[in-house]
Structure formats: structure tokens, C-alpha cells
């Protein structure tokens, strides 16, 4: 069995309260003191990021589009992170936000603005580098020492670069949606056209389907536990950045992916030449050629989706943990941003059960 399948934890539930589950996004920003872009750092529990800013919107009476922020992050959670307003006239709101927001926020909710500045730009999307997690399990069945040797073995190897069940919406219904958007797109004679009014649904349909053959690409690898090391016709990615190169296996590629300098990666499908061949395109064109993926194939081209590649690991950066108390496992770690921090919790923890009682939507 691959290491990456090996999850000590049998059972363990997680966000039983907002406080079980802490994000802190690593942005750094030097602010300008000046502009007409308001920065905003908020700490939120139980709200969802897009909730939030439509409120900031409401309250400084501006377009959505006109608030931005970095990343999405989870609902049930405690989160920190920064919004920013575009606010040409400098006039801030004569209500606090806080008193503003009190009418639309239930009781286990709340949002706290700790800091303000003005800086000259839109805070745009993507902007963070990174995540910092704190995450408490609890009611954990399993051996300490074996739990504790899997957590040593994570710190050091990293964890397969899955995307998270949050990418797929309650229930996988993105799938779904994402199947009927190709087919429609398909079934259309003339060539895809996007709109405002429908951007971005259809670009979270778009990463939906990409992720899925990813995932399903990344299975494949983990299956033969090739996730870390290299095939012939790999595509190499240096770690930490969005460099990618292709070479031949040498002693100098093998003990570059031992010490995680570089990782092998698979496509995000979508046009253009492939840069992966040999036994690397034999297995993903064997995975893609798939009947249940025909329709999302299909429809990334007609779409002219370019393909880009992603790395098949993830390394978990300043991995600490300790023992609350026999049953309750307290992690902190960092993740990269595009990375999901239930897909660490997933290579640890064999039934993870969300102790809230309502799902949950997040992208990191």
C-alpha cells in the first residue's frame, strides 16, 4: 500500500466549534498610507467570505465589484484575512461596520474589523501566498505512537496535492452542474462566448472539471506510488513557485525530488501541446480517454481551456502538533494558496466527521 493511503486516525470529527478550526492568510503588503482603496482586517467566524463582502458592499453602498479580498475561506471556522473597498472619496461610512451588520448575522456569527489602512490598489485575488492552519480533532480512535509516526512521515514527504472536496460544491453538485454546463456548451453549433452576468459561475464549473480529471490523474500515481518520484516523460515543478521543466531521470532529478526541491506534476487539461510524454502521457491519456470524462474533455477544448500543470505534492510547511488530551489532536501547518487543508487532514484520518451540523464551502 502507498504511504499516501496509510491513515493511522480511524475516526476523528473537526470543527465542532469555530475555535477547532482557525485560518490566518499570509499576506504581505506594503501599504501605501494612501489611495482610495480601504484595507480591512477582519477576523469572521461562522461566514462565509462572499457573504461578507456583499456586506462591506451594503455598507459602504459600492458595486460587489468594487470590494475585493484575496482567497475564499471556510465558513465554519475562525478566519483572518483582508478586504479592501474602493472608496474615491475617502468617505468611510458614518455607521461602524460592526453596528451596520448586526441586523443580518445570527448568533454564532460575527465579524471584527482589528485594523484599517488605505493603499493605492484593489487587494485582487489570489494576492496570499499562503494559509496558516490551527485545527483541533476530536474523539480520536487510533495508536498515539503510529498517529504520531504518520505526522513525522507528512512533515517530511509532504501529502498527495488532491483539490478538496470543497472545490465540488455540497454533495458534488458541481459535478453535476459541471456536466450539464459542457453539454450544453457542446451542443452548441458556434463557439463558446462567456458574459459578465455568468463569468464566474462558469469559471468554478471550468476548475471543477479540470479538478476532477486531476484528481482522478493523481489517483493513478498514488495507486502505483509514483506521487513523489518520477516516470519517464515527467514534467517537474520547482518547488514553491509555478516553474515547470521537463528532463531526463538522473541521479540529480531522483535526489531533487527526495529532498522536495522539485515535484513531478500532472496537466490541468485544457489546449496547447503537451509538455508530458512517454509513461507519463500513456497513464493520463489512459485516465482522460475514460467514457465518464469524455464530456468534460471535450467541452475544455471546445472552450480553448489552456493547459497548465499542477504539482502532484504538497508539502506541508512548519508541521507541529501536540496532544490536547488522549482523544483530541491539536495541528498547525501552512499550506500554499490553492492548496486545501481537508486534503492533509484526509491523508491522516480515515472517517473525518464535521461536527457542525451544516456543510461547508471553501476554497483556500
Keep these: 500500500m502507498s504511504d499516501a493511503m496509510t491513515r493511522p486516525i480511524r475516526h476523528a470529527i ?37 457573504y461578507v463582502a456583499r456586506l462591506l458592499a451594503d455598507w459602504a453602498g459600492v458595486p460587489t465589484a468594487d470590494v475585493g479580498y484575496s ?12 478586504f479592501s473597498i474602493r472608496l474615491p472619496t475617502k468617505a468611510v461610512p458614518s455607521v461602524s461596520f460592526t453596528d451596520f451588520i448586526k441586523p443580518h448575522l445570527h448568533d454564532d456569527e460575527s465579524v471584527h474589523i482589528s485594523e484599517q ?8 485575488r489570489g494576492t496570499h501566498k499562503s494559509n496558516h492552519f490551527t485545527i483541533t480533532l476530536h474523539a480520536i480512535t487510533g495508536d498515539q505512537t503510529t498517529i504520531d509516526d504518520r505526522l513525522n512521515q507528512i512533515k ?14 455540497n454533495d458534488q453538485g458541481n459535478i453535476q452542474k459541471a456536466q450539464g454546463f459542457f453539454e450544453k456548451i457542446l451542443a ?9 452576468k455568468t463569468a464566474h459561475r462558469n469559471s468554478l464549473l471550468i476548475s471543477t472539471a479540470r479538478s476532477v480529471l486531476f484528481n482522478a490523474m493523481l489517483d493513478a500515481r ?16 520547482l518547488d514553491g513557485t509555478g516553474s515547470i521543466f521537463v528532463a531526463d531521470i538522473d541521479d540529480d532529478i531522483r535526489t531533487r525530488l527526495r529532498t522536495c526541491d522539485i515535484h513531478p506534476t500532472a496537466p490541468l487539461f485544457g489546449t496547447g501541446t503537451p509538455k508530458h510524454t512517454a509513461d507519463a ?25 489552456k493547459m497548465s500543470y499542477r504539482p502532484l505534492r504538497l508539502l506541508v510547511r512548519a508541521l507541529t502538533w501536540h496532544w490536547a488530551d488522549d482523544v483530541s489532536l491539536v495541528l498547525n501547518f501552512e499550506l500554499p494558496k490553492g492548496a486545501f ?24
Design 14 to 50: 473537526y470543527k465542532a466549534t469555530p475555535a477547532d478550526f482557525i485560518v490566518t492568510e499570509q499576506l504581505a503588503i506594503e501599504h501605501t498610507h494612501d489611495g482610495e482603496h480601504l484595507w480591512l482586517y477582519i477576523t469572521k467566524i461562522n461566514l462565509n467570505t462572499a
Design 71 to 82: 482567497g475564499l475561506k471556510d465558513r465554519h471556522a475562525i478566519t483572518h484575512q483582508w
Design 117 to 124: 489602512v488605505w493603499h493605492g490598489r484593489k487587494l485582487g
Design 156 to 169: 517530511t514527504n509532504g501529502v498527495p496535492n488532491y483539490f478538496g472536496e470543497q472545490r465540488f460544491g
Design 188 to 196: 452548441m453549433p458556434k463557439p463558446y462566448r462567456s458574459n459578465k
Design 222 to 237: 498514488v495507486a502505483d506510488d509514483s506521487w513523489q518520484t518520477a516516470i519517464d516523460g515527467d514534467v517537474f515543478n
Design 281 to 305: 502521457a500513456a497513464l493520463y491519456d489512459g485516465v482522460l480517454g475514460r467514457d465518464e470524462f469524455t464530456v468534460f474533455c471535450q467541452g475544455l477544448l471546445k472552450i480553448d481551456a
Design 341 to 364: 487543508a481537508t486534503v492533509v487532514l484526509s491523508a491522516l484520518v480515515d472517517e473525518l466527521v464535521m461536527g457542525s451540523s451544516s456543510p461547508d464551502t471553501s476554497d483556500a
